[in-house]
Structure formats: structure tokens, C-alpha cells
């Protein structure tokens, strides 16, 4: 059983920069992909970011430029650098474990609001 958990949302003005974090505990041998997910108020969970077993990253035409997606498969954690935030930014981030066997995890969420 793969358990995540996120950090690093929070409150920022317009323009600003947040990075998240989410962490596994136990092992993600087999892992297929990372992702971070967000949703907002009324709307359905869309994609930001996703990154494969190989580093292919792949972004979403609404965050692409300004977002970054990495790994640290030492510390079995994925991270998402958001700069030059937008009101429209603003929903819950969750990340996802994808396995190569089709489990899939996903975190509690994290709250990111931008505004000023």
C-alpha cells in the first residue's frame, strides 16, 4: 500500500511562486508515472503535470511555461514548481502514482489559492 501526502500549498498574490510536494511511503517499484492534478470550485479535476518512469514530462496548455514537474526517486517524491500564479490557478492540487500493473494512487489534496 502506497500512501502520498502533499504540502507546500498556501496563499499567494498574483504573480507569485509556490512549490509543492508530495511524498510516498513505501515502495514505488513499478512506478509508471507521477502526476499533479488540481481541481477547482464546480469544475472537474483536470491535469497540470505528469511525469513518466523514463523523465518525460508532459504540461497542460493552461499552466505550460509556468510550471515545472520533477522527481527525487531517492526520497520517492514528486514536485511541482508553480511560478507566475494566476487567480486561475487557484483549486486543490492532488498528485497521483500510477503503477506499470494499473493501481493508482492519490493524495489528500492541497489547497493553493491566488489572490490579492
Known amino acids: 500500500q502506497v500512501q502520498l501526502v502533499e504540502s507546500g500549498g498556501g496563499s499567494v498574490q498574483p504573480g507569485g511562486s509556490l512549490r509543492l510536494s508530495c511524498a510516498a511511503s513505501?515502495?514505488?517499484?513499478?512506478?509508471?508515472?507521477m502526476g499533479w492534478y488540481r481541481q477547482a470550485p464546480g469544475k472537474q479535476r483536470e491535469l497540470v503535470a505528469v511525469?513518466?518512469?523514463?523523465?518525460?514530462?508532459n504540461y497542460a496548455e493552461s499552466t505550460k511555461g509556468r510550471v515545472t514537474i520533477s522527481r527525487d526517486n531517492a526520497r520517492n517524491t514528486v514536485y511541482l514548481q508553480m511560478n507566475t500564479l494566476k487567480p486561475e490557478d487557484t483549486a486543490v492540487y492532488y498528485c497521483?502514482?500510477?503503477?506499470?500493473?494499473?493501481?493508482?494512487?492519490w493524495g489528500k489534496g492541497t489547497l493553493v489559492t491566488v489572490s490579492s
Open positions: 513505501g515502495s514505488i517499484f513499478g512506478i509508471n508515472f
Open positions: 511525469i513518466t518512469s523514463g523523465n518525460t514530462t
Open positions: 497521483l502514482f500510477k503503477f506499470n500493473w494499473g493501481a493508482e494512487y
